[in-house]
T-cell receptor, first 112, second 111 residues
Framework: DADVTQTPRNRITKTGKRIMLECSQT?????MYWYRQDPGLGLRLIYY???????NKGEISDGYSVSRQAQAKFSLSLESAIPNQTALYFC???????????FGPGTRLTVL | GQSLEQPSEVTAVEGAIVQINCTYQ??????LSWYQQHDGGAPTFLSY????GLEETGRFSSFLSRSDSYGYLLLQELQMKDSASYFC????????????FGPGTRLSVLP
């Protein structure tokens, strides 16, 4: 079984709709992250969380919110989706001696 | 601000050696990581350099020079399966393990 899972894997929605992307992990890591990936721009950090009581904005948090429901669960919400939020979204955890990030399979979101 | 620069594309043939460079400018720096991403897949960890010098892991090696704000990933004995995108990432916050990623280099390995 995958250590980091994301649901849904693909989603098409319309402008103005609220949407939630969910992430679960079985690695036992405290640190979790949400990134978006756009062609040619690499991965950009949206939000990150050290534990259930500690949530921090990343470089592109505008238009997004998150919830850390438990150590293993970290969800990303778009309150009112807009077309330029069309992207590939990755959840990740972090741990280990090399500060390794473990990524989920990604959610491809299209906002029409 | 934070910025990382990498070549956008690199092409090489099977069996060859290729070097992917990364220069960085960040407000905080604790180390440099490299990730590989195949089309349609998730990034996977390759290496991490906290100190200057060369780290070798099988066919892949990674180098860091903190004084030059520069690092590279060296791939030897290239195989077709090495065709992927490669991202460098700076660790800018050791407590939060907060990374800034480069734009990525697309490597194409030709037969």
């Amino acid at each position: 079984d995958a250590d980091v899972t994301q649901t849904p894997r693909n989603r098409i929605t319309k402008t103005g709709k609220r949407i939630m992307l969910e992430c679960s992990q079985t690695k036992g890591h405290d640190r979790m992250y949400w990134y978006r990936q756009d062609p040619g721009l690499g991965l950009r950090l949206i939000y990150y969380s050290f534990d259930v009581k500690d949530i921090n904005k990343g470089e592109i948090s505008d238009g997004y919110s998150v919830s850390r429901q438990a150590q293993a669960k970290f969800s990303l919400s778009l309150e009112s989706a807009i077309p330029n939020q069309t992207a590939l979204y990755f959840c990740a955890t972090s741990g280990g001696p090399y500060n390794e990030q473990f990524f989920g399979p990604g959610t491809r979101l299209t906002v029409l | 601000g934070q910025s990382l620069e990498q070549p956008s594309e690199v092409t090489a043939v099977e069996g060859a050696i290729v070097q992917i460079n990364c220069t960085y400018q960040t407000s905080g720096f604790y180390g440099l990581s490299w990730y590989q991403q195949h089309d349609g897949g998730a990034p996977t960890f390759l290496s991490y350099n906290a100190l200057d010098g060369l780290e070798e892991t099988g066919r892949f090696s990674s180098f860091l020079s903190r004084s030059d704000s520069y690092g590279y990933l060296l791939l030897q004995e290239l195989q077709m399966k090495d065709s992927a995108s490669y991202f460098c990432a700076c660790l800018r916050d050791n407590y939060g393990q907060n990374f800034v990623f480069g734009p990525g280099t697309r490597l194409s390995v030709l037969p």
